[in-house]
Nanobody, 116 residues
């Protein structure tokens, strides 16, 4: 069973920055990939950044050039550096981890609100 410790979100002004983190813990698993999704008000959950088995990052067009995903493999922790935030980035952000058994585990979600 994989459990997560997530950083806090919060209220950020447009143009501001915020860094999210998500640390996986537990026993009996090995993580092959980690990523970030988000779900805005009235919207479906969408993939925004991912570090899969290859380690090559994937970014959704909506965040490319503004968000950076990184991972500390030794700590099973994934980060999302968010810059130039816009009101449309307001969402609940979820981390996801995929294990060698091809099982997906989700974090509890981090609320990020971008507003003046």
């Amino acid at each position: 069973q994989v459990q997560f410790v997530e950083s806090k979100g919060g209220l950020v002004q447009p143009g501001g920055s915020l860094r999210l983190s998500c640390a996986a813990s537990g026993s009996g698993f090995s993580i092959t990939g980690m990523g970030w999704y988000r779900q805005g008000p009235g919207k479906q959950r969408e993939l925004i950044a991912d570090l899969g088995r290859s380690g090559n990052p994937y970014y959704a067009e909506s965040v490319k050039g503004r968000f950076t995903i990184s991972r500390d493999t030794a700590k099973d922790t994934v980060y999302l550096e968010m810059n130039s935030l816009k009101p449309e980035d307001t969402a609940v952000y979820y981390c996801k981890a995929v294990t060698t058994e091809v099982r997906a585990y989700w974090g509890q979600g981090i609320q990020v609100t971008v507003s003046s």
